[in-house]
């Protein structure tokens, strides 16, 4: 059993994620009796902390947004410079996104209401450079995040690429981070199939209260599927080509999750796409081997453009220098033959 203190501490780090906890789920997780939860909540809230109750099956306790910031040792100052910075990092390749959503959600939970209105102010008042893509907003991605970890099932509305609008109704099973896009791998209840989403598309509707037990899928194995279901979906021009490298090597070169079928220890066949054939073009010719296009007469002719321009670039130094030599050789060799 847990010392008080360490008790505490772990009460309100469950209390602090965006769901209401029965006391004896609580009871539970603490290894103690309702009883004693109930104490530990009567001492959170004489050290400040704004821990509210629901009576009823489907009630429980929840940390509440209280008038006064808990003792977090943070002055106004302070809280809303964390907020503010939690926000801009969730935005970033560093490593730490996750994490600094969720340490957001925690923080903004129970920020009093002149501090919440002064970080919004912040992020309202920012302007990004023309050409840089707008910030995602953060009351989104919270919203999801804390769906994800506190297993809720999420409705929500969501942009197709296409344009299109519809509703969603989705168990969230994790978020991931590619670039500046932000993208949930959930399990579709109504295609009962996964699927992933752009968080950058979706409306969140209010909270359903609903949990789910997550569904097995392999840790490892989120990156690679979010990552190959979204280049995928992306491709316009698709093409497969024979590539005289081995398999290995070339999966680890080319910068996308693709199919690549081994042929021999120095020879893979690839299927990949793109946009538009010139970019695949560019992205086979930068492997530095040997390819053939074996499906694709999109790509062959990219190919070819390829190739012109090349020569074109080359044209003003060695192409010129090898038909200035040529040209000499000639003009000798009918000089000799007079």
Excluded: N
């Amino acid at each position: 059993m847990l010392e008080t203190s360490a008790r505490l501490l772990e009460l309100l780090s469950l209390l602090q994620l965006r769901r209401d906890r029965t006391s004896s789920e609580l009871a539970d997780r603490l290894g103690v009796s309702t009883r004693t939860v109930r104490a530990d909540v009567a001492r959170l809230r004489s050290l400040g902390y704004p821990v509210d109750a629901r009576p009823g099956a489907a009630g429980g306790y929840r940390l509440a947004a209280g008038t006064a910031m808990p003792p977090l040792l943070l002055d106004d100052d302070e809280a809303v410079a964390v907020a503010v910075g939690l926000g801009a990092v969730a935005t970033q390749r560093l490593g730490v996104e996750e994490t600094s959503l969720t340490a957001l959600a925690k923080l903004e939970q129970v920020l009093p209401a002149r501090l919440r209105r002064r970080v919004e102010a912040v992020r309202g008042s920012t302007s990004v450079v023309p050409g840089v893509e707008r910030p995602l907003d953060l009351s989104v991605l919270g919203a999801v995040a804390a769906a994800v970890r506190g297993h809720e099932r999420l409705r929500f509305g969501y942009t197709k690429s296409g344009g299109g609008d519809g509703a969603r109704h989705v168990e969230p099973q994790r978020l991931v981070c590619w670039g500046r896009l932000w993208y949930l791998l959930a399990w579709d209840l109504d295609r009962d199939d996964w699927r992933v989403f752009r968080v950058d598309r979706m409306v969140p509707h209010a909270p359903t209260g609903a949990r789910f037990a997550p569904r097995a899928f392999p840790e490892d194995a989120v990156v690679a599927y979010v990552v190959g279901r979204v280049s995928t979906a992306a491709w316009t021009y698709r093409a497969r080509v024979l590539v005289h490298a081995p398999a290995a090597e070339v999966a680890a070169t080319i910068p996308a999750v693709v199919d690549v079928e081994v042929v021999d220890a120095s020879t893979c066949r690839v299927e990949l796409g793109a946009g538009d054939p010139d970019r695949l073009a560019l992205v086979l010719a930068q492997l530095g081997v040997d390819v053939e296009v074996v499906d694709g007469d999109e790509l062959a002719a990219a190919f070819d453009r390829l190739a012109t321009r090349f020569r074109r670039a080359a044209g003003g130094t060695t192409a010129t220098r090898a038909s200035g030599s040529s040209a000499a050789h000639g003009s000798g060799g009918r000089h000799g033959s007079r």
